[in-house]
T-cell receptor, first 114, second 114 residues
Framework: TQTVSQSDAHVTVFEGDSVELRCNYSYGGSIYLSWYIQHHGHGLQFLLKYYSGNPVVQGVNGFEAEFSKSDSSFHLRKASVHWSDSAVYFC????????????FGQGTKLSIKP | DAAVTQKPRYLIKMKGQEAEMKCIPEKGHTAVFWYQQKQSKELKFLIY????????QIDMVKERFSAVCPSSSLCSLGIRTCEAEDSALYLCSSSPDWGRNTLYFGAGTRLSVL
């Protein structure tokens, strides 16, 4: 059974700071990894995904994520956060053969201080 | 704004009542997924349709829910007898057949069971 773990329930940084949101997964086969953002009162929006190739993938709004097979991780980063980045971020795994059924992590709430 | 439309946004039911929520997938998308989210925590997969046919669903859905996609432009999720534990945000998402690991979410229907 594959699992997704986001160890930080809540992260707080100042506007303009860099941030890294952590995601670790457990599964040995071919998988898709993705990140989604959920603003308060809204559904989820796709940020980026990884399947193969360059382990660093670029997403929307300056976000990027780096895949590490050795660490079983897919951490999300942003060099300089904006107040509008305040939201809950979800990491998700899907198996190659059933790509649409996503297994989500618990979510990390990112709060931005002015 | 979400291209996936969900109605109603809010639904209040008494314990034992029937509930129904609707989803209009993004035009041209052939896969539809329903997820349940409690208290902004991780999303729980409920059921998956491909070309209007249910391909995967969890036991809870088989036992107490009713879900159909009578057309490519309308799906519905129903709860035959609401229980307090069903209080949650129900998120519908769709994806094009060629990119089933990227989901487009609606804003959700928030169900409160009193």
């Amino acid at each position: 059974t594959q699992t997704v773990s986001q160890s930080d329930a809540h992260v707080t940084v100042f506007e303009g700071d860099s941030v890294e949101l952590r995601c670790n997964y457990s599964y040995g086969g071919s998988i898709y990894l993705s990140w989604y953002i959920q603003h308060h009162g809204h559904g989820l929006q796709f940020l980026l995904k990884y399947y193969s190739g360059n382990p660093v993938v670029q997403g929307v709004n300056g976000f990027e994520a780096e895949f590490s097979k050795s660490d079983s991780s897919f951490h999300l980063r942003k060099a300089s956060v904006h107040w509008s980045d305040s939201a809950v971020y979800f990491c998700a795994v899907s198996l190659n053969y059933n790509q649409g059924k996503l297994i989500f992590g618990q979510g990390t709430k990112l709060s931005i201080k002015p | 704004d979400a291209a996936v439309t969900q109605k109603p946004r809010y639904l209040i039911k008494m314990k034992g009542q029937e509930a129904e929520m609707k989803c209009i997938p993004e035009k041209g998308h052939t896969a539809v997924f329903w997820y349940q989210q409690k208290q902004s925590k991780e999303l729980k997969f409920l059921i998956y349709f491909q070309n209007q046919q249910p391909l995967d669903q969890i036991d809870m859905v088989k036992e107490r829910f009713s879900a159909v996609c009578p057309s490519s432009s309308l799906c519905s999720l129903g709860i035959r007898t609401c229980e307090a534990e069903d209080s949650a945000l129900y998120l519908c998402s769709s994806s094009p057949d060629w990119g089933r690991n990227t989901l487009y979410f609606g804003a959700g229907t928030r169900l409160s069971v009193l």
